[in-house]
């Protein structure tokens, strides 16, 4: 009896409070760290159950309460509310701009405003928002907002240029643009006045949701490139990008009207674009002789690089050798040699040995002193083919000889 309680008093119960007394701190510690670690997994694993069966019996309520169409609006907000929808100005303006001229795209195409996503780039073709009226101001070229950083509405108003007093409005035209998919077309829009009184000497275009027309999403605004606008009379000494054929000479970059290039080409009997291509393809050194020392090398290429965006036709003429009509040359509206004709088949200038090359050349130069033995055909077939029977094809007639033409126009 004695030996077991020497033994109970050797082996105290675990749960004692003399064991408790005796227990480490550490041990209290890990225990509470152990607990603290198992709730944290369990919630973690149990919240997306919860938030499944939460969203589940919303949707559930909603669908026995709310009608359809509010649900899906109420879901297209929060979509929109997500993004970051912006307007853009998808292309640049046609500089110079002058007063009284209508506003146009490069290359005279139609300026758009589109809506897009701005974290992926793309346009916004459905919803609200896809359809909103956009409404076009001008703002102030000092207008610096940073296209990846945000202004705000006070920003963007605050730039908003108004008419001088007692002058009519700043801008007139078609200043409200309906989106159609999130894509917006610019119509009738021109300046009033130049941009020479203002600070920057400089105007932009923005364009910004119509005013009550917002579904209370953020879109922001959008602005062009700074452009000065000048005066009307400006526009009688403007230069065409391109220059079209017919061009009266001076509309080339570097050669004023009525300036010292443009009365050494007249005198020259060069008065329009073609003209002077036409030199520039026969004898470019003649040409760049009558422009004289006055003109720069990089005057010069600037002139002659200009020229060469030329929007060319089809027309073709031939030169012939001999009665026959058996040999001549063949070459486009700027007398640039395309091949040889030789009993009716035609052999491009590529498949020609040097030899020959230089012989059709002085043939072009002839031609080009003889205009008014010229005979003109449709070239759209010739160009396709390397070898064909001119014969077949159907002249359109005998060219007037230079001496014929008025002055700044050119044969067609």
């Known amino acids: 009896m004695a030996q077991k309680r020497f033994l109970e008093n050797e082996l105290p ?17 890990a225990k509470a760290e152990a607990l603290n670690f198992l709730t944290e997994r369990f919630c973690s694993a149990l919240e997306p159950l919860l938030r499944r069966v939460v969203n589940e019996e919303i949707e559930r309520a909603l669908a026995k309460h709310v009608p359809a169409k509010i649900q899906s609006s109420t879901r297209h907000i929060n979509e929109s509310a997500s993004r970051n929808l912006q307007l853009q100005f998808r292309n640049k303006l046609s500089l110079p701009i002058f007063t009284g001229s209508r506003i146009e795209g490069e290359q005279c195409c139609p300026i758009q405003v589109v809506l897009v996503d ?18 076009i101001v001008v703002l102030e070229g000092d207008f610096e ?7 705000n509405d ?8 108004r008419e001088r007093d ?9 200043l409200l643009i309906n989106l159609k998919e999130g894509v917006g077309i610019l119509g009738e829009l021109t300046f009033t006045d130049n941009s020479s009184w203002i600070r920057s000497r400089k105007f932009r275009l923005g364009a910004r949701v119509a005013a009550g027309c917002g579904s209370g999403i953020k879109i922001r605004e959008a602005k062009t490139e700074a452009f000065t606008v000048k005066d009307h009379r400006g526009e009688l000494y403007k230069k065409h990008y391109p220059p079209a054929l017919h061009d009266e000479v001076w509309r080339l970059d570097r050669i004023g009207k009525e300036g010292a290039f443009h009365k050494r080409l007249n005198q020259e009997k060069i008065f329009s674009v073609q003209d002077f291509l036409r030199l520039l393809f026969i004898d470019p050194q003649k040409l760049r002789n009558v422009l004289g020392t006055g003109m720069s090398n990089k005057m010069w290429e600037g002139t002659v690089e200009h020229a060469k965006t030329c929007m060319l036709d089809n027309k073709l003429y031939v030169y012939y050798a001999d009665a026959h009509h058996n040999i001549g040359v063949i070459f486009n509206v700027i007398c640039k040699l395309l091949g040889f004709l030789a009993d009716g088949q035609f052999i491009l200038v590529d498949e020609l040995s040097e030899a020959q090359k230089v012989v059709t050349s002085k043939m072009v130069k002839h031609a080009y002193e003889h205009l008014d033995q010229l005979v003109e055909y449709d070239g759209s077939h010739v160009i396709d083919n390397k070898s064909c029977n001119l014969t077949a094809l159907s002249a359109v007639g005998e060219l007037p000889g230079r001496s014929t033409w008025p002055q700044g126009t050119s044969p067609e």
């Open 145 to 151: 907002g940073d296209e990846e950083e945000d202004w």
């Open 118 to 135: 701005a974290s992926t780039g793309q346009i916004i073709t459905s919803g609200s928002e896809s359809s909103t009226k956009v409404e």
């Open 166 to 174: 007692g002058k009519r409005p700043l801008l007139t035209g078609d």
């Open 13 to 29: 119960d675990a749960g004692s409070p003399e064991e408790k007394r005796h227990r480490p701190p550490a041990f209290n510690a």
């Open 154 to 161: 006070k920003d963007f108003d605050s730039h908003v240029v």
